[in-house]
T-cell receptor, first 111, second 116 residues
Framework: SQQGEEDPQALSIQEGENATMNCSYK?????LQWYRQNSGRGLVHLILIRSNEREKHSGRLRVTLDTSKKSSSLLITASRAADTASYFC???????????FGGGTRVLVKP | DTGVSQDPRHKITKRGQNVTFRCDPI?????LYWYRQTLGQGPEFLTY????????KSRLLSDRFSAERPKGSFSTLEIQRTEQGDSAMYLCASSSLGGSSYNEQFFGPGTRLTVL
């Protein structure tokens, strides 16, 4: 079963625009991670946010976490065509154990 | 390249055959995970190891699935008597529990299985 649910399922934007996607989950977590996957390839780790953190930045990425609402968001600023990929959130209920993934958001950045 | 590697990258087999996949984790990582991903879905957890100990295998899809990590380094995932429903991408990941890594899992490129 998948705990996280991403919203929207698909997103199409122009290069240079920002892309925002949301993730909701059901149970308590130790941390939440975001991954990117290009078509047919493996997953690339983007960012990890701990349950006691509210916001984290990495380059053009900004992640927020609201544990009271059991939700997280990923913002990609100044998008590029190379950002075209599927983005997944994954929750870790107890550090070091399995990740539970959502269904992903498919992002298309048009040049 | 010192990332997670998987072999083979692609496997086509006939229904009823056995298949085995290999995963080599990042060398200093003590945890190794197997996931399965079907088209359009997120990865689904199967099992994981800490060193050579298999800590959770309840999510292995049936008794046709088994995994080993005999020396705490590489791991193998075997599917016996494959069925068409086993067609998927099988992903391996590794992590280092403790320190500052906080369980970032690093994924390999996956093995794509097609069962005819």
């Amino acid at each position: 079963s998948q705990q996280g649910e991403e919203d929207p399922q698909a997103l199409s934007i122009q290069e240079g625009e920002n892309a925002t996607m949301n993730c909701s989950y059901k149970t308590s977590i130790n941390n939440l991670q975001w991954y990117r996957q290009n078509s047919g390839r493996g997953l690339v780790h983007l960012i990890l946010i701990r349950s006691n953190e509210r916001e984290k930045h990495s380059g053009r990425l900004r992640v927020t976490l609201d544990t009271s609402k059991k939700s997280s968001s990923l913002l990609i600023t100044a998008s590029r065509a190379a950002d075209t990929a599927s983005y997944f959130c994954a929750t870790d209920a107890a550090a070091g154990n399995k990740l539970t993934f959502g269904g992903g958001t498919r992002v298309l950045v048009k040049p | 390249d010192t990332g997670v590697s998987q072999d083979p990258r692609h496997k086509i087999t006939k229904r009823g055959q056995n298949v085995t996949f290999r995963c080599d984790p990042i060398s200093e990582h003590n945890r190794l995970y197997w996931y399965r991903q079907t088209l359009g879905q997120g990865p689904e957890f199967l099992t994981y190891f800490q060193n050579e100990a298999q800590l959770e295998k309840s999510r292995l899809l049936s008794d046709r699935f088994s995994a080993e990590r005999p020396k705490g380094s590489f791991s193998t995932l075997e599917i016996q008597r494959t069925e068409q429903g086993d067609s998927a991408m099988y992903l391996c990941a590794s992590s280092s529990l403790g320190g500052s890594s906080y369980n970032e899992q690093f994924f390999g490129p996956g093995t794509r299985l097609t069962v005819l």
